[in-house]
């Protein structure tokens, strides 16, 4: 079974400092996996994803996120918060290899970070 | 554009009313996805389709019905033994095999 952890449920940051979400995985088979980004009463937005290409993955908005796999860790980070990123994050991830059977396909979710970010 | 759509954005039920949401999708993905979300608690499966006429339960199907007759509908209708409605509803699709999913703005309901 796959499981998503997000280390702190809130975490605040200034204008301008880095940004570091955290979020661990297990899985049985080599993973995909996912960061989506969620304003309020929006849907999920995808920010990035790891397919097993490259382990440093650049997404939208300015965010990256590199794979670890000794660390089973996708942490999620920005170099210079803005005002804007203020939102819900979730990490997921997936079986891609269908060994799952009926789990074929399913994300499993983090509980979720919201990012505060003060001016 | 393609994308997911999802109608209405409220919803409002009556005790013992069966009431469906709309998800439509035109981004010709086999996989779509339903998931409720409340406070504190992520983001929990119902019912998914990996492809059109069939689909499986999730992790919280009770009290909940889907349909697949086309490859780009997937209604979710909550029942009237569904007891706790209230939350926010969200659609997905994908081209399947645990690849991303994309989601529409979502449902709220709401129990009057």
């Known amino acids: 079974a796959q499981s998503v952890t997000q280390l702190g449920s809130h975490v605040s940051v200034s204008e301008g400092a880095l940004v570091l979400l955290r979020c661990n995985y297990s899985?049985?088979?080599?993973?995909?996996l996912f960061w989506y980004v969620q304003y309020p009463n929006q849907g999920l937005q995808l920010l990035l994803k790891y397919t097993s290409a490259a382990t440093l993955v650049k997404g939208i908005n300015g965010f990256e996120a590199e794979f670890k796999k000794s660390e089973t860790s996708f942490h999620l980070t920005k170099p210079s918060a803005h005002m804007s990123d203020a939102a819900e994050y979730f990490c997921a991830v997936s079986d891609r290899s269908g060994a799952g059977g009926t789990s074929y396909g399913k994300l499993t979710f983090g509980q979720g970070t919201i990012l505060t970010v003060h001016p | 554009d393609g994308g997911i759509t999802q109608s209405p954005k409220y919803l409002f039920r009556k005790e013992g009313q069966n009431v469906t949401l709309s998800c439509e999708q035109n981004l010709n993905h086999d996989a779509m996805y339903w998931y409720r979300q409340d406070p504190g608690q992520g983001l929990r499966l119902i019912y998914y389709?990996?492809?059109?006429?069939?689909?499986q339960k999730g992790d919280i199907a009770e009290g909940y019905s889907v349909s697949r007759e086309k490859k780009e509908s997937f209604p979710l209708t909550v029942t009237s033994a569904q007891k706790n409605p209230t939350a926010f509803y969200l659609c997905?699709?994908?081209?399947?095999?645990?690849?991303?999913?994309?989601f529409g703005p979502g449902t709220r309901l709401l129990v009057l």
């Open positions: 899985s049985s088979v080599p993973p995909y």
């Open positions: 997905a699709s994908s081209m399947g095999g645990g690849r991303a999913q994309y």
């Open positions: 389709s990996q492809i059109v006429n069939d689909f």
